[in-house]
């Protein structure tokens, strides 16, 4: 008897995109559940820590979006080649949470000298700082965040990087041809393509 997985998120790419990214490279059915933000209120009170995603698994509920990634990479074969592999993808996710943590500061600054002050020194020292970094790794790794094939960490970080573009434009990562490469190449993916086109709008 198969697995059952029903996805629960926001009409939104966010926090669950990378999730869906690796059911559509495995080619595992899922039931994509959009709750809308008028039902989130009272939707809240029934998630395990009262944020989303969530994926329930066989009916029994799983939070935390990386948690949930992690499970479905090493269900799918998309870990890494060996424990060194599974440990980069790790620390590549969460340095890049690490950058994503700054940028939501950010955008949630209602301040506008502040918000200034935080859009400058992003722009000058973190960003280029962080980014410098993985563009250096993505172009060791011929191509990909970890090793020499696809991992879970590679569809983190397209999915990030087109964020990224909407926010700051697409000549952002003109500066890191090894990055923009890397998104290109997993949106290229046939399974991906193809769950690109059919995906529901959404603004972000």
């Not at 998120?9 to 709750?35: C, L, M, Q, S, T």
């Not at 209120?41 to 698994?57: A, M, N, Q, S, W």
């Not at 790790?90 to 950010?106: C, I």
């Not at 992003?122 to 970094?133: G, R």
Request: net charge neutral.
């Amino acid at each position: 008897m198969s697995t059952h997985y029903k996805l629960i998120y926001f009409n939104a790419r966010g926090r669950a995109e990378h999730i869906r990214f690796i059911f559509a490279y495995a080619g595992v059915p899922y039931e994509d559940e959009r709750v809308s933000r008028e039902k989130w209120p009272d939707y809240k009170k029934r998630t395990p820590f009262g944020t989303l995603p969530v994926l329930e698994i066989d009916g029994k509920p799983i939070a935390q979006s990386n948690a949930i990634a992690r499970y479905l990479a090493s269900k799918y074969d998309l870990l890494g080649k060996n424990e060194w592999e599974t440990l980069q993808c790790d620390v590549l996710v969460d340095a890049l949470g690490d950058l994503k943590q700054v940028l939501w500061q950010l955008r949630s600054e209602e301040d506008p000298i502040k918000r200034e002050e935080r859009k400058v020194k992003l722009m000058m020292e973190t960003i280029p700082f962080y980014l410098s970094k993985f563009e250096s790794i993505v172009a060791k790794n011929n191509g990909y965040s970890v090793g020499d094939g696809i991992t879970w960490c590679d569809f983190v970080f397209a999915v990030s990087l087109e964020s990224f573009e909407l926010i700051f434009g697409k000549a952002s990562l003109e500066r890191y041809p090894h990055l923009k490469a890397l998104k290109d190449m997993v949106y290229a993916l046939p399974a991906i393509a193809e769950w690109v086109n059919k995906r529901p709008y959404t603004d972000s």
